[in-house]
């Protein structure tokens, strides 16, 4: 199959610090070299109101939410409380909250719901494992059709598709979980096309879902952003590792703003 180049969707990045850094005045210094237009930029909790300071250009996203508004929850942070903060964008089914905190479909629906509710936008992580991976293409598609499948169900009519978007990361590719070691795990450029022109149709023939962004996440660096980017399918990135290197994170936007021009 061949996958066009050009593109009329205009790119989004999404800076995904994980649990890092460790200072506000690291966190400040991170927000002000990431803040472009059409970047999102999702600092743990504690600084999301610093960094929301600190920004013009760029949204603010956080890294979660719980599914209820209030009550007796220890620990938890709800999607009201992140609205009043001026958080537009959540992430929710990040593969290290699914594998580490054993978080299950239902309960990301849960919080698709909760988040879709209060008017947030939605950052839906994806993605097969290793083991998935091996299987093939076949067991591939099946798998990210479930995860979508049951992650969105019931969603409809409560969530419009500008306000969904979709981060493909397979977690084989997903430098920090699957392999500390190499930042060269990423999926080739014309692999993510594939998948993600594949959610793309899913989304429109199984959920009625049209126009969603869909972006590529796992070892993206300043040194491919650019073979991901300028597939037209591909919508942009969620960056992980090298969105805490200001150099990095930099020239990953820079590359992903000449296709918003
Ligand atoms: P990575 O992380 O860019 O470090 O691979 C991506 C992610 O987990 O969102």
């Known amino acids: 199959m061949i996958y066009g180049r050009i593109n009329f969707v205009k790119k989004l990045i999404v800076a995904n610090w994980k649990l890092n850094p460790q200072t506000i005045r690291e966190a400040v210094t991170l927000a002000q070299a990431s803040d472009q237009q059409n970047t999102v930029i999702c600092p743990p909790f504690c600084f999301l109101p610093t960094v929301k300071k600190y920004i013009k250009r760029a949204s ?110 397979p977690i084989w590719a997903i430098s920090t979980t699957y392999s500390k070691k190499s930042r060269d795990n990423s999926d080739t450029p014309q692999d993510a096309a594939g998948m993600i022109n594949f959610i793309k149709k899913f989304l429109h023939s199984t959920l009625y879902i049209l126009h969603s962004k869909v972006l590529y996440g796992g070892s993206v660096t300043s040194k491919n952003a650019e073979n991901f980017l300028k597939y037209k399918e591909i919508d942009g990135a969620l960056v992980g590792g090298a969105s805490l290197k200001l150099k990095e994170i930099k020239k990953i936007i820079q590359f992903s703003s000449r296709y918003n021009a």
Not at 73 to 102: A, F, Q
Not at 117 to 146: D, M, N, T, Y
Request: proline share 2%.
């Open 60 to 169: 603010l996203g956080a890294q979660d939410c719980f599914w209820e508004e209030g009550g007796a929850y220890t620990g938890k942070v709800s999607p009201v409380m992140l609205k009043n903060l001026g958080v537009e964008y959540v992430i929710v089914g990040h593969s290290e909250r699914r594998k580490w905190l054993g978080e299950t479909d239902e309960m990301i629906n849960r919080k698709i719901k909760a988040a879709a509710k209060i008017g947030l936008k939605i950052i839906l992580c994806v993605g097969e494992s290793p083991a998935v991976h091996q299987r093939g293409i076949r067991a591939v598609k099946k798998f990210i059709g479930s995860q979508l499948l049951k992650d969105l169900t019931g969603t409809r009519g409560k969530l419009l598709a500008k306000n969904l978007v979709i981060a493909y990361e």
